[in-house]
């Protein structure tokens, strides 16, 4: 690997002189877009204000204009409090950010697109690594600047360019009002760079790069609207819960330079094969990585950052949740497959974790009210299924789901986005306050929205797994890559804490299968009680809901295709026709070897009776799941908000989310908070660094000056009685010996 690579290097490499060598460019580009938009948001910080700011303020308000609090995006107003009702005036660099925010993706997109035909013609088996400029090189550890291109890298790169342009574009027509429209577009621009940079970068400290720029990030468009406490505090809360996970990576990292003196991905690769097939330390590696990812892919018990990241703007909230952040975990592992699948123990664990948030989450969005709060704990769910897929050694399966989540998440956010738009008109035209993204306060949508309402059911049909649309076929690769790993591979042969692999594999099976039952149920229900029975807005406010405007239905259109058909990417062996198991094909080159490892050298197989049983339950489980709601739940019995009434017994148990924060809050943070105020702040700053180091050393110097104040009195006499005790007290101790 590392003799290709250089060969590489020198021009030997198929893609060398093709479109490839302009890898460096996909991530420059939204970079490029960051730094011109973020200049053209900082001209409103350079203005200078009034001479008087109170007759500014006076004057405004006679006109209606908004305050600084509340002055975004008149749309966006219900998720961050309704301001006044008057249309605030547009940013004076609006038109040129509609153009360069949405551009540079698009620019991005194409130049991966350009790339990935060229990969795919030139049949290239190993990477291509374009070095930029050396990085770090001391003593043993050398680190380049270095992107790769291959396979994995390139379907990422994909998605994350070509859901991000949606999503820019989606951004200009639900943000165009903010203030901060400038701001807004350089984070994200400034987002897709980091988020470039993690899945190009060529070694573990690149990646590591781009892991910690996402983060910090997320921190920037969560907190978006940092006005408001609780939204400053979302942003906070993601950005040290990513931390705890970070703290597994970096330790991931150094084990893997102390034991191979090397960070690369191929020599990484190549390294691996020394560790001890399921020993200790290639065990506590890949743990340790997973631990980082928990943090990052909101997997248990590290997830609770995700479902508050819908304090930021909408688009925000599809762009982390489909394109980008919570997927770095899932392409870490994909990534990191030879030393995974080196590891039983380490994979199941990753398995049984993604089954069990899987179903955790999904009995919570079973409850939950607010529109994009479904859609949280959904995406935690469904990224529980991706880890089981990569869990059980089946990569391909894992970034399967990876690609067609972010087709039919990001259409349901930004749907919801679109409702939240309507909502918001209706309630800014006629002064209502009531709660915009409240399920309860919808209703009947499907009259006003009919669009939105079609593509929103595409991409419900297929998060529940409905044939032929897409998470169908993501959904039961992996369920059936669970079941055919039950017999014939290291995992079942392994054991979990006693625990037969065997048994587990089948336990993690029947989880990810009522996962898929609930998944059903809950996502039926936020179709029913939003688009269907009767409208619950209000009588005067009907007459303003309407579809939102073409830059915002367009990419909607685009992801409800791709959620129609995005799985015939990656077809069952045993579907009649079309491009089958192409996306498993593809990513041979990458996970192929650790994928046949874990295997135990020979492809994954059911008998097809076997396999059309088990595509048989789960289609059925998912028309169970879609017909259960919809007998069970009465979108025309349900009131608004304000007349419902508070929940009881474990239904408010699962509206308040199993009160895993406030036990967090008490178990953790109170403890932390209050044992770093008494011993931090009051024992070590107040009391030793600024009581004893900082003001003792004052005090002293203030005593000795004293001292000397008292002896330079300027009287003679003193003087001279000094001087003779000084001459006694001498002559004496001499005399003394």
């Not at 994909?334 to 948030?357: M, N």
Request: glycine share 10%; proline share 4%; charged share 10%.
């Amino acid at each position: 690997m590392l003799l290709f690579q250089e060969a590489a290097a020198a021009g030997a490499h198929p893609l060398a002189g093709t479109a490839a060598e302009w890898i460096w460019l996909v991530p420059i580009l939204p970079l490029i877009g960051f730094i011109i938009n973020g200049l053209l948001s900082l001209t409103s910080v350079a203005k200078v204000g009034p001479g008087n700011p109170t007759e500014y303020h006076a004057h405004h308000d006679d006109h209606g204009a908004h305050g600084d609090h509340g002055s975004h995006g008149a749309h966006a107003d219900d998720e961050h409090g309704h301001g006044d009702h008057h249309a605030p005036p547009r940013h004076k660099y609006a038109g040129i950010v509609s153009i360069v925010g949405p551009a540079v993706l698009a620019l991005s997109f194409a130049l991966t697109a350009t790339i990935f035909f060229a990969l795919k013609g030139a049949h290239a088996e190993h990477p291509f690594v374009k070095t930029m400029f050396t990085w770090m090189a001391v003593g043993n550890l050398h680190v380049d600047a270095a992107f790769q291109v291959d396979q994995l890298s390139m379907v990422m790169a994909m998605v994350i360019t070509g859901v991000g342009t949606l999503i820019h574009l989606f951004s200009v027509g639900y943000m165009q009002d903010d203030p901060g429209y400038p701001r807004y577009f350089a984070y994200l621009n400034l987002f897709v760079f980091f988020m470039l940079v993690l899945v190009l970068g060529a070694n573990y400290p690149l990646l590591f790069v781009g892991w910690e720029g996402v983060g910090l990030c997320s921190y920037l468009l969560i907190g978006f609207w940092f006005s408001e406490k609780a939204n400053a505090d979302a942003g906070k809360k993601a950005f040290i819960v990513n931390r705890i996970g970070d703290f597994g990576f970096l330790v991931a990292m150094f084990l893997l330079f102390s034991n191979l003196k090397t960070l690369d991905f191929a020599g990484v690769n190549a390294g691996a094969l020394a560790f001890a097939p399921g020993g200790a330390l290639v065990t506590a590696i890949c743990l340790f990585m997973f631990l980082g990812c928990t943090g990052k892919s909101a997997q248990i018990p590290l997830y609770v950052w995700l479902p508050d990241a819908m304090a930021g703007p909408t688009p925000v909230s599809a762009l982390i949740h489909a394109a980008t952040m919570v997927t770095a975990g899932v392409y870490l592992i994909a990534r990191s497959a030879v030393l995974f699948s080196l590891s039983p123990v380490a994979s199941l664990t990753v398995a049984l974790v993604g089954a069990l948030t899987a179903i955790f989450a999904a009995t919570i969005g079973l409850k939950q009210w607010d529109i994009k709060k479904v859609l949280a704990y959904s995406t935690v769910s469904q990224l529980g299924y991706m880890f089981v897929g990569v869990g059980v050694g089946a990569y391909a399966a894992g970034v399967f789901h990876l690609v067609t989540h972010a087709f039919f998440k990001a259409l349901l956010f930004l749907g919801s986005g679109s409702v939240i738009y309507a909502m918001h008109q209706a309630y800014h035209h006629t002064g209502n306050h009531d709660d915009a993204q409240d399920m309860r306060n919808m209703g009947g949508l499907r009259k006003y929205m009919p669009v939105t309402f079609i593509l929103m059911w595409i991409a419900t049909l297929a998060i529940a797994g409905i044939p032929p649309f897409a998470g169908f076929f993501s959904k039961d690769e992996i369920l059936g890559s669970v079941f055919a790993r039950t017999h014939g591979s290291t995992l079942a042969e392994a054991s979990w804490l006693g625990i037969p692999g065997s048994a587990l594999l089948y336990a993690i099976y029947a989880i990810g299968l009522v996962s898929a039952l609930l998944t059903a149920i809950y996502m039926t229900r936020m179709m029913l009680y939003t688009f269907h029975g009767p409208n619950r807005t209000g009588e005067k406010e009907r007459g303003f809901l309407h579809e939102a405007p073409w830059i915002m239905t367009g990419p909607l259109v685009v992801l409800g295709v791709l959620s129609a058909v995005g799985g015939w990417i990656n077809l069952p062996t045993f579907f009649p026709a079309g491009p089958v198991a192409a996306l498993h094909h593809w990513l041979e080159p990458v996970t192929g070897e650790a994928a046949l490892r874990v295997t135990l050298g020979h492809e994954a197989h059911l008998e097809h009776s076997t396999e059309y049983i088990l595509v048989g339950i789960a289609i059925a489980i998912a028309v169970i799941g879609i017909a259960f709601a919809v007998a069970r739940l009465k979108p025309a019995a349900l009131v608004p908000k304000a007349q419902y009434p508070a929940a009881e017994g474990f239904d408010r148990v699962l509206e308040n989310k199993y009160f895993v924060d406030e036990g967090y809050d008490r178990v953790v943070v109170q403890p932390l908070v209050g044992v770093s105020r008494a011993v931090l702040w009051k024992g070590m700053d107040a009391g030793l660094i600024d009581g004893l180091f900082v003001n003792g050393s004052a005090q002293l110097a203030r005593g000795i000056g004293w001292v000397g104040s008292r002896v330079q009195s300027g009287q003679v006499g003193t003087y001279a009685w000094v001087l003779i005790i000084g001459v006694v007290a001498v002559l004496g101790a001499f005399s003394l010996r």
